[in-house]
């Protein structure tokens, strides 16, 4: 099983991007799957997530200006950042609930860098 974001650069304050991330593998289905995003010195943190029917839920830091979605029949979530700002600035990892055959597992994707300019 796979995770690939891509989608990260580097962006004005202000600016917007958008973020992806497909599973790929043998996968029999995809529970919730969800964003995080580390900063340089700081620890890992949740920034948003998504179940199956498409609830979502938001850090507080993002809430208003982050928008998470996901494509079911392409195993893909999307992230809509806008209104950035430099301290969005970090590595942004997406993850994945899901089953492999009879086995759930956590997934990790390698990460993508958001830099965000002041």
């Known amino acids: 099983v796979q995770l690939v974001e891509s989608g990260g650069g580097l962006v004005q304050a202000g600016g917007s991007l958008r973020l992806s991330c497909v599973a790929s593998g043998s996968i029999f289905s995809i529970n919730a799957m969800g964003w995080y995003r580390q900063a340089p010195g700081k620890q890992r943190e949740w920034v948003a997530a998504?179940?199956?029917?498409?609830?979502?839920n938001y850090a507080d830091s993002v809430k208003g200006r982050f928008t998470i979605s996901r494509d079911n029949a392409k195993n893909t979530v999307y992230l809509q950042m806008n209104s950035l700002k430099p301290g969005d600035t970090a590595i942004y990892y997406c993850?994945?609930?899901?089953?492999?055959?009879?086995?759930?597992?956590?997934?990790w994707g390698q990460g993508t860098q958001v830099t965000v300019s002041s």
């Open positions: 998504i179940t199956t029917g498409g609830s979502t």
């Open positions: 993850g994945a609930d899901l089953y492999t055959g009879p086995e759930r597992t956590w997934y």
